[in-house]
């Protein structure tokens, strides 16, 4: 076992604070990572104000982050896919049993016992997991992924969460060129949506609560944006829609949405609200429309999204901070004042 810098918070409304943690040292099939960046998703806000209460309750004190980009120091004697020096992803799990049918599917993340990157039992020290808001961490090499070399690592941090929550669900519903997708919400997971989409060759649509944002969809790869609290704009979209990602992270009417989509036109919610959203059945029986969940994605098709965005020459825009900032970029993450990820360049932790 040896120390790892980081930032943890103490309870719900305690800002988070520099500290030391614990971090196992490699075993044969372990890879040890120098965190260079992690992203901060809307779930690390989640988790730190235990707004998840009712379905993942938050242990204290808690190390968010789980868009971690950086640079392999040691490996296990086991490890065959990376070496010192490598460049490695972390994203949201580190562990799972391996032998349950959702890991035999190569949906990890569904595997009944998955161990999420923070708020996890820890299987090998006690207590619970600590993630990426730390200067290193030590991870099995099957949830480590590669990254690829031609992208900017700030920018590449948000796609172990964002990117993927995004890529599976829109891979799963067949979005393809001339589909036309709606993305709800333009944050850091509705940004990546829409550079996805694009890239996937569909016509792409932001509806969006901030009318500020317009330019910045369009330069992100929109073809249109919808004010969603103009009445009027919603009216003129109404059923035209195949697919839509709902990416809100606060309670909202999700029937506006369901309504946009045509005949057996699909909604996606990747969104996590801390309450339940009330569905009007009508939406869904009239057009025969389906309402789905995603949850992030599998190591397989991560290291996909991964590799299909080096090909693209695709990242987050990401606005980068040092650790010493995360309180504050919180309220922004609050108030949709986000472009449109925060990336934390983890030398700042240095200096703590
Ligand atoms: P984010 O960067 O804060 O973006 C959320 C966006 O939702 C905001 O920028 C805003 O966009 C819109 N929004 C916020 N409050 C709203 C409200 N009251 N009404 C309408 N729109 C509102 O968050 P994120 O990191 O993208 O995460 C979004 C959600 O996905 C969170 O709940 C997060 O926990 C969840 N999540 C789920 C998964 C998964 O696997 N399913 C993975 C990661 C994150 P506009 O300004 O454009 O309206
Ligand atoms: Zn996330």
Known sequence: MYNAKAYSAASATAPLASTTIPRRDTTDRDVQIEILYCGICHSDLHTVRNEWESVMPTVYPCVPGHEIVGRVVKVG???TKFKPGDLAGVGCLVDSDHTCPNCRADV??????A???YNSPDKH???????GYS???VVDEHFVLRVPANLDLAGVAPLLCAGITTYSPMRRWGV?????????????LGHMGVKLARAFGAHVAVFTTSPGKKEDA?????HEVIISTNAEEMQQHAGSFDFILDTIAAEHDINAYITMLGRDGNLTLVGAPEKPLAVSAFGLLFGRRSLSGSLIGGLKETQEMLDFCGAHNITADVEVIPIQKVNEAYERLLKSDVKYRFSIDMASLKSE
């Open 176 to 188: 393809t060129t001339g589909t036309k997708v709606g993305v709800v919400g333009l944050g850091g």
């Open 77 to 79: 004697s086991a490890v």
């Open 108 to 113: 990890e993340q569904l595997c009944p016992n």
């Open 115 to 117: 161990t999420f990157t």
């Open 125 to 131: 020290l006690e207590g619970i997991t600590y993630g």
């Open 135 to 137: 200067d290193s961490i």
């Open 218 to 222: 369009l330069r992100l790869g929109a």
